[in-house]
Nanobody, 116 residues
Framework: QVQLVESGGGLAQPGGSLRLSCAAS????????MGWHRQAPGNERELVAE???????KYADSVTGRFTISRDNAKNAVYLQMNSLKPEDTAVYYC??????????WGQGTQVTVSS
């Protein structure tokens, strides 16, 4: 299975920015989609952003206009630029890759805390 390593989480003030990174442990022949999910205490895990192999993106309504997902195919990596952070963005963020049509791998999760 493909292993995903996340980094970039931490503490930010409301209105601040963070950039999350996620890299695959090895090259993947066929990547269908890469994305970010988050889970806050007491809540279900929700889709934050996703980028499809053709470059098409999808965002949760709560982050549209503030977050930007991007990828680097050469590095087998996906990024999440988070601007104008709100306390409601506080959660554990997990990166995800879907490949070979049916296979899925998840990152270990990185904590994002937005507080003054």
């Amino acid at each position: 299975q493909v292993q995903l390593v996340e980094s970039g989480g931490g503490l930010a003030q409301p209105g601040g920015s963070l950039r999350l990174s996620c890299a695959a442990s090895r090259s993947v022949l066929s990547i269908n989609a890469m994305g970010w999910h988050r889970q806050a205490p007491g809540n279900e895990r929700e889709l934050v952003a996703e980028i499809i192999s053709g470059g098409r993106t999808k965002y949760a309504d709560s982050v549209t206009g503030r977050f930007t997902i991007s990828r680097d195919n050469a590095k087998n990596a996906v990024y999440l630029q988070m601007n104008s952070l709100k306390p409601e963005d506080t959660a554990v963020y997990y990166c995800k890759i879907r490949y070979n049509t049916y296979d899925t791998s998840w990152g270990q999760g990185t904590q994002v805390t937005v507080s003054s």
